[in-house]
């Protein structure tokens, strides 16, 4: 079983769309996150949550919207999709949000907006 | 903000050549993490040195922390063509919470 599974894994989309990402993990993890890796390979992070709580924001524009039901899914919505949006998305989880926590990465969304 | 510097960016190595990556922090660090990404993967967990000056090692790589607890490295002895993909440290400051926040990444190709 994979422990942070995220879908779509490939996703290729025009301008302007709306779209989502959907996270799961199973390890029972309490945080979770959303990075982005761009062409580089820069690992940003976006947001975490813990217990569905939001506790890291980044300098991400509005239109990225991210949504816990539960402390086991962190999906991410964005708007209004832009060609810089395409990057590869990572979502991941930790034990809990202390500063020894492994974080375990989901295998990817590849995004292209065209 | 805390900044986590990685160099090199790219090496490109003959394989059995050795092969090393620098990690260094603007602030002290209270730990430090190294991952690696498979090219088309995902970043995975190696290791996390927690001392001052700890070295541990996995098999052909060595990993240091640094005494100021500022820098570490990543060593590859005679680098395989499975050691291709991105390696990236990352650390946690003291006074970032729950951050973590990853380098830049060193992208290895070894060449057979």
């Known amino acids: 079983d994979t422990a942070v599974s995220q879908t779509p894994k490939y996703l290729v989309t025009q301008m302007g769309n709306d779209k989502s990402i959907k996270c799961e993990q199973n390890?029972?993890?309490?945080?979770m996150y959303w990075y982005k890796q761009d062409s580089k390979k820069f690992l940003k992070i976006m947001f975490s949550?813990?217990?569905?709580?939001?506790?890291i924001n980044e300098t991400v524009p509005n239109r990225f919207s991210p949504k816990s039901p539960d402390k086991a899914h962190l999906n991410l919505h964005i708007n209004s999709l832009e060609l810089g949006d395409s990057a590869v998305y990572f979502c991941?989880?930790?034990?809990?949000?202390?500063?020894?926590?492994?974080?375990?990465f989901g295998e990817g969304s590849w995004l292209t907006v065209v | 903000g805390q900044q986590v510097m990685q160099i090199p960016q790219y090496q490109h190595v003959q394989e059995g050549e050795d092969f090393t990556t620098y990690c260094n922090s603007s602030?002290?660090?209270?730990?430090i993490q190294w991952y690696k990404q498979r090219p088309g993967g995902h970043p995975v967990f190696l290791i996390q040195?927690?001392?001052?000056?700890e070295v541990k090692k996995q098999k052909r790589l060595t990993f240091q922390f640094g005494e100021a607890k500022k820098n570490s490295s990543l060593h590859i002895t005679a680098t395989q063509t499975t050691d291709v993909g991105t390696y990236f440290c990352?650390?946690?400051?003291?006074?970032?919470?729950?951050?973590?926040?990853f380098g830049e990444g060193t992208q290895l190709t070894v060449n057979p």
């Open positions: 390890l029972g993890h309490d945080t």
């Open positions: 949550y813990n217990n569905k709580e939001l506790i």
């Open positions: 602030t002290t660090l209270s730990n």
């Open positions: 990352a650390g946690p400051s003291r006074t970032s919470g729950s951050r973590l926040t």
């Open positions: 991941a989880s930790s034990h809990g949000q202390g500063r020894g926590n492994t974080i375990y």
């Open positions: 040195l927690v001392k001052s000056g």
